[in-house]
Structures are given as structure tokens and as C-alpha cells.
């Protein structure tokens, strides 16, 4: 799910200690009904971030996920990174 970005599938990610970096939109799937996206640092880091995903008009907010459901997220994710192209 690794490429190129092109500039509208980039975001840039930015945490409470202010340091902040791009992502590029790996993609976004659906867990319970609920949408959920995957980004992944371009920071060349193999890191990946799990978010709750709502569209807001054109564009859309990241949500923060409980520890409880970022569970479920991760493991419908690491089953879909395992799933042949």
C-alpha cells in the first residue's frame, strides 16, 4: 500500500509537544460500520497512524480512537495489509 503521493493525499500530521511531519493517505476502510484511514509517515519511518475518519464538506477531520477500539482498527488493518493485491 507504500508509493507516491501526489499533493492532495498528503496531510500533515502535527502533535501536542509541536512537532509534526507529512503522511501519506494509505488508504481508508470500514471496522463496525465506521470509517477509519491509515497514514503513513514519510518521515522514512516505517511508522503508520490509525485514525477515525468523518468528511466534513470537501474535506475531512481525523478522529482520535480508544484503546479499546484501536484494537479492532489495527487488526482489521494489519488483515487488510496481508490480503493479496
Known sequence: MTGNYSEDQIIH?????NQGFDCGIMGI???EGQDYIALE???GSEDVYLYGYK????DFE???IDEETFEK????FESLMDEPL
Open 29 to 31: 476502510f470500514d471496522v
Open 13 to 17: 500530521l502535527e502533535f501536542d509537544d
Open 62 to 64: 481525523l478522529l482520535d
Open 73 to 76: 482498527v489495527a487488526a482489521e
Open 55 to 58: 468528511p466534513v464538506g470537501d
Open 41 to 43: 509517515a514519510l518521515d
